[in-house]
């Protein structure tokens, strides 16, 4: 016999014995036969194959495993399967079989099974999702509101399939997505402002769609302040108390400073947004709003809007709304109008505001929008 021909067997029957001690490790650790037992390069080649496996696992780090095969009686292409398997595969299977790797790997188990328990406690509190429930380590949801669901996921960084479900594979991404899920969000403020002509709560949150509700004694305003939250695509909340006995002036100003206000700090450092404007056309009105979100307040408005009120509403407030707002975000905000019908021409210029802001909050990254590095 050739020296290359008696290498080549040594290889193979070292080869084999590896194979076959990690055979009898894992066999002896899972409870097991070791006939029983095969190993395969990925839980693919299960199916590739056409194996009718009892159970399945993979061992060894995440960019090598290997894949431990519980078969329901032994199967005589045990040993062509297994050559389909590199050396270095058996090595990560005997080093994840160590005691100390097996110790690691309940560890790791348990945490992941702890971070699911958090996971799930928090997407059960969400009045968006009716239930969350796990399967080891597979989390599925049921949906109250679908969009509102996926809308307020995808807010985080989670994009589910439309089945609903997803898999927790690590340690890391359990604890990164309970430590997402549990931190309170950062684009969401509620501001209260009291003075001796009104009383006014203001609550939003840009990363959900709803609730809308708005109450400030003029119904128009309410009109106009829905159309900024629902084109906006944010909720929001007001309730006032105003002095609209005298007249609406005072309610409709203070409004749109603490608006402006709840917004502002809503952004926080305004990181990442996108900050800039919209246009749009409304039957014979045309509408333009021109936002910065710069930190830096300035308010111009190009328009002759027709009479002097449409229901309770002032039409010279229009213009004040916008000033005011910019005065609190600390926004330039730009608006021009042309039109003929009064109703149309405000509501043209809210629901313009609506998508600058949809546009301008957005987060597109994580940057500061600036040259300074600073807004």
């Not at 999702?129 to 989390?139: F, H, L, V, Y």
């Not at 969000?185 to 002509?197: C, F, M, P, Y």
């Not at 939003?204 to 809308?212: C, F, G, H, I, M």
Request: net charge negative; glycine share 8%.
């Amino acid at each position: 016999m050739n020296s290359d021909l008696l290498s080549f067997e040594r290889v193979g029957l070292a080869r084999k014995s590896r194979l076959e001690a990690l055979r009898q490790r894992y066999a002896a650790q899972a409870g097991y036969e070791s006939f029983c037992v095969v190993f395969l390069p990925s839980p693919e080649a299960v199916d590739l194959i056409g194996i009718d496996a009892a159970d399945i696992e993979q061992l060894g780090p995440v960019e090598a495993p290997i894949t431990a095969v519980r078969l329901a009686s032994p199967n005589p292409e045990m040993a062509r399967w297994e050559a389909l398997l590199s050396d270095g595969l058996v090595e990560a299977g005997l080093a994840a079989l160590l005691p100390v790797s097996v110790a690691s790997k309940k560890h790791k188990s348990s945490e992941i099974e702890n971070k699911i328990k958090v996971v799930l406690q928090i997407f059960e509190a969400w009045k968006e999702i009716e239930s969350a429930r796990a399967d080891g380590d597979q989390i599925s949801l049921i949906w109250t509101d679908e969009a509102a669901a996926k809308a307020r996921l995808s807010s985080i960084g989670l994009v589910l399939p439309p089945s609903g479900q997803f898999r927790l594979l690590s340690v890391e991404g359990a604890r990164a997505l309970a430590d997402r899920l549990a931190a309170p969000s950062a684009r969401a403020a509620s501001v209260r402002r009291t003075t001796k002509e009104t009383d006014i709560l203001v609550s939003l949150n840009l990363e959900q769609s709803a609730p809308v509700r708005i109450s400030t004694g003029v119904e128009y305003y309410d009109h106009m302040l829905e159309q900024i939250a629902k084109h906006g695509g944010f909720a929001l909340e007001v309730d006032c108390e105003g002095d609209i006995g005298i007249d609406a002036h005072h309610t409709i100003e203070d409004v749109a400073l603490a608006f402006g206000e709840a917004l502002a700090k809503a952004l926080g450092d305004r990181r990442g947004i996108g900050r800039f404007g919209f246009e749009l056309p409304m039957d014979e009105t045309r509408a333009g709003v021109w936002i910065d979100l710069s930190g830096r307040p300035f308010s111009k408005f190009d328009g002759a809007i027709p009479g002097e009120r449409v229901g309770e509403f002032p039409v010279e407030m229009t213009s004040h709304v916008f000033r005011s707002i910019a005065d609190s975000l600390k926004a330039a905000i730009h608006v021009s109008v042309e039109g003929e019908n009064a109703h149309h021409m405000i509501e043209a210029c809210f629901k313009a505001f609506g998508r600058a802001l949809r546009q301008a909050v957005k987060v597109e990254g994580d940057a500061i929008p600036s040259t300074k590095g600073v807004l």
